[in-house]
């Protein structure tokens, strides 16, 4: 079996153990109070759902072969009112 520490100058030894030694070289670990990533509310409202501050409404979502043959049909699907009719045939 080879040792692969053998293969190494000494000096890169040297400079490692060293390194490992400094108490300069050591930090402290941060709390996470102190790095927490704060993200400020853009889109919604605190005080209510962001699912009640969409428009929804039922559609059917149908999706055909090229002859018009429906091979997939869902009914009373209930989607954002602003989704256009692919996005809803996509999602369903």
């Known amino acids: 079996m080879i040792d692969a520490r053998h293969e190494l100058p000494s000096s890169t030894v040297a400079r490692s153990s060293r390194r490992a ?12 109070s102190e ?6 509310r853009v889109f919604s409202t605190a005080s209510i759902h962001p699912f009640d501050q969409i428009e929804w409404e039922k559609r059917t979502a149908e999706i055909a072969d090229d002859g018009g043959k429906v091979i997939f049909k869902q009914e009373n699907v209930e989607v954002p009112k602003s989704w256009s009719v692919l996005a809803t045939k996509v999602v369903v």
């Open 35 to 40: 790095h927490a990533l704060k993200i400020e």
């Open 21 to 32: 030694d400094s108490k300069s070289s050591r930090r402290t670990v941060p709390t996470a």
